[in-house]
């Protein structure tokens, strides 16, 4: 009877916390040392670097008597007045509209940079332009030009580059144009392309790294234009449900949030992802658990130092973004995790238990 005591309070223990299965010798994803500061000052690209970029798909024509460009350019433009009775705004800022050969055409603009829509019978039909938002072309807004012409689409142009760093939340960063006299064109056929008519064009696949001879970039079986993350197939783990809860609109305070939780949240949450195609949320990380995770209630595009170094991939002001720095273990069953983002960061420990994972906000920083 003694020795059945004696086992009781040491099994209560151990039925309540479950040590996760984690590989914790992955540098990508756990922390031993201490985090070094990798804050570096910035600095402007080389204006001879921006003029000597090629672009395959586009064509440049100088101007005389160009519109100016805008040093307070931010990234976005209101949309106009009687978009709102014609589209959802929910997407896109809508800049100039257009009727080409009787179908209405919308100039448009999110995070990713610049769109064309084409607008029949009240269906929309969103076009990558391969232009990304803040990175060296900034799209006019002017109306000097027709916006298509001869089956080309055309506007105004600048080269720019960013002088200044964004240093109030509120002020954005500074841009300069390098080369401000320009129209650019672009061949309809090339914007329209959808090569495996899978709803996104060929331009903006390739600016995301879809493969765009496949309608299932990471072989999951889930079509792109539905899967919560195309880029990487997704698996269950221990870190990956972690990851989904702190990338989810969960309220997890003081609360422990179970699998089963968590997939209710990801069918009921389905429609609404699936009604919004070209809507993500990106983050940097190169850690193997992030990049399989299933997400909850958002599209999710997973950056890794790869993407970093690509030339055509640029994340735009308005962008939001975010990353995850590396898991700090505190003990066999508790983790601490520090989630950054444009205005600020938070830093939560998370313990696994037999239930699931329950997180505890430590900190929060705003900038």
């Given amino acids: 009877?003694?020795?059945?005591?004696?086992?009781?309070?040491?099994?209560?223990?151990?039925?309540?916390?479950?040590?996760?299965?984690?590989?914790?010798?992955?540098?990508?994803?756990?922390?031993?040392?201490?985090?070094?500061?990798t804050y570096t000052d910035f600095?402007?690209?080389?204006?001879?670097?921006?003029?000597?970029?090629?672009?395959?798909?586009?064509?440049?024509?100088?101007?005389?008597?160009?519109?100016?460009?805008?040093?307070?350019?931010?990234?976005?433009?209101?949309?106009?007045?009687d978009v709102k009775n014609l589209l959802s705004p929910n997407e896109f800022q809508y800049l100039r509209k257009f009727n080409y050969q009787n179908i209405d055409y919308y100039l448009a603009q999110n995070d990713f940079g610049?769109?064309?829509?084409?607008?029949?019978n009240k269906v929309e039909r969103p076009y990558f332009l391969g232009i990304a938002t803040d990175k060296y072309i900034h799209v006019k807004n002017s109306e000097?030009?027709?916006?298509?012409?001869?089956?080309?689409?055309?506007?105004?142009?600048?080269?720019?580059?960013?002088?200044?760093?964004?240093?109030?939340?509120?002020?954005?960063?500074?841009?300069?144009?390098?080369?401000?006299?320009?129209?650019?064109?672009?061949?309809?056929?090339?914007?329209?392309n959808d090569s495996d008519n899978d709803?996104?064009?060929?331009?903006?696949?390739?600016?995301i790294s879809l493969n765009p001879n496949s309608k299932d970039s990471d072989g999951d079986g889930i079509n792109d234009f539905e899967d919560t993350n195309p880029l990487y197939k997704s698996e269950k783990s221990?870190?990956?449900?972690?990851?989904?809860?702190?990338?989810?609109?969960?309220?997890f305070y003081n609360k422990t949030i179970t699998t089963e939780?968590?997939?209710?949240?990801?069918?009921?949450?389905?429609?609404?992802?699936?009604?919004?195609?070209?809507?993500?949320?990106?983050?940097?990380?190169?850690?193997?658990?992030?990049?399989r995770i299933n997400p909850i209630s958002e599209k999710t595009l997973i950056l890794d130092e790869k993407y970093l170094k690509k030339n055509n991939f640029s994340v735009g002001n308005q962008f939001n973004y975010s990353d995850f720095s590396l898991f700090k273990k505190l003990n066999s069953h508790e983790f601490e995790i520090r989630k950054y983002h444009h205005s600020g960061s938070a830093t939560f420990q998370c313990e696994k238990t037999k239930a699931?994972?329950?997180?505890?906000?430590?900190?929060?920083?705003?900038i």
Avoid: H
């Fill in 1 to 37: 009877m003694k020795f059945v005591l004696y086992l009781t309070p040491l099994f209560l223990i151990f039925s309540c916390e479950k040590k996760p299965d984690a590989d914790f010798g992955n540098d990508k994803c756990f922390n031993f040392k201490e985090e070094k500061n």
């Fill in 43 to 81: 600095k402007a690209v080389d204006q001879k670097v921006i003029l000597e970029v090629k672009y395959p798909n586009l064509e440049f024509e100088e101007i005389k008597n160009p519109t100016a460009f805008d040093p307070n350019y931010s990234g976005y433009t209101y949309s106009f007045p």
């Fill in 114 to 120: 610049y769109w064309l829509i084409e607008y029949i």
């Fill in 144 to 192: 000097k030009f027709p916006l298509i012409i001869n089956g080309k689409l055309q506007v105004e142009c600048a080269f720019i580059r960013q002088v200044e760093q964004e240093i109030q939340l509120l002020s954005g960063p500074k841009y300069e144009a390098v080369k401000d006299n320009l129209l650019l064109k672009i061949n309809l056929e090339t914007i329209k």
């Fill in 199 to 207: 709803g996104y064009n060929d331009l903006f696949e390739n600016y």
């Fill in 238 to 251: 221990d870190f990956t449900s972690l990851y989904e809860i702190l990338c989810s609109e969960i309220d």
């Fill in 261 to 291: 939780e968590i997939q209710k949240l990801r069918i009921k949450n389905k429609d609404e992802i699936n009604s919004k195609p070209f809507v993500f949320s990106v983050y940097f990380n190169d850690c193997p658990y992030f990049k």
């Fill in 356 to 366: 699931g994972w329950q997180i505890n906000t430590t900190q929060i920083v705003s």
